[in-house]
């Protein structure tokens, strides 16, 4: 986001398609403007560019004037990754994809004993602790008995989710 053409709706745009689409690990950043692109040198040329950049454009910032206001750019980012990775819309998206999903057909799921450690944590971290409770439980259940090959999966996305979560909460400070 925070392209000179983006308009105010590009937020909800945003949430929408990723909804819609299943895409479990969205990875939404801000623009940001590389050295020796050609956007970069647009913006130099139009006196736009603020600082050299770190290459990360998930920490909330830009280095040049976007064309939209740059609190609202910034506002509208925030509320779609907490959108995206609220338990809520999280836990849809990995069910569309879970629906999806067309796993390799010869592909065993061997259990060892760090899959149990992690299935065990993940249900005292996000089946019992966790504000995402009903969610983790009502994604388990759904996979156990209509796409139960794929158990494995849904737990796996429900830790990235928590994961992902974190992170977020993590950058708002």
């Not at 308009?7 to 403007?33: C, E, H, N, W, Y």
């Not at 280095?63 to 506002?75: A, T």
């Amino acid at each position: 986001m925070g392209f000179d053409n983006d308009p105010l709706s590009i937020f909800d745009t945003q949430i929408r398609f990723i909804q819609k689409s299943g895409v479990v690990t969205a990875m939404v950043g801000i623009l940001i403007a590389l050295p020796r692109t050609q956007l970069y040198e647009r913006l130099k040329k139009e006196q736009r560019l603020l600082k050299e950049t770190s290459g990360n454009n998930t920490d909330f910032s830009t280095n040049f004037i976007p064309r939209m206001d740059y609190d609202l750019l910034m506002s509208g980012y925030k509320k779609v990754l907490g959108t995206l990775y609220s338990p809520k819309h999280y836990y849809a998206r990995v069910r569309t994809f879970l629906r999806e999903y067309i796993p390799p057909q010869k592909k065993l799921f061997h259990f060892r004993c760090n899959y149990i450690a992690a299935f065990i944590r993940s249900v005292i971290v996000l089946g019992i602790i966790g504000k995402e409770r009903f969610q983790y439980w009502r994604l388990l259940l759904w996979t156990m008995f209509t796409r139960p090959r794929l158990f494995p999966q849904a737990v796996t996305l429900s830790i990235y989710g928590f994961h992902f979560r974190k992170v977020f909460e993590k950058r708002l400070g």
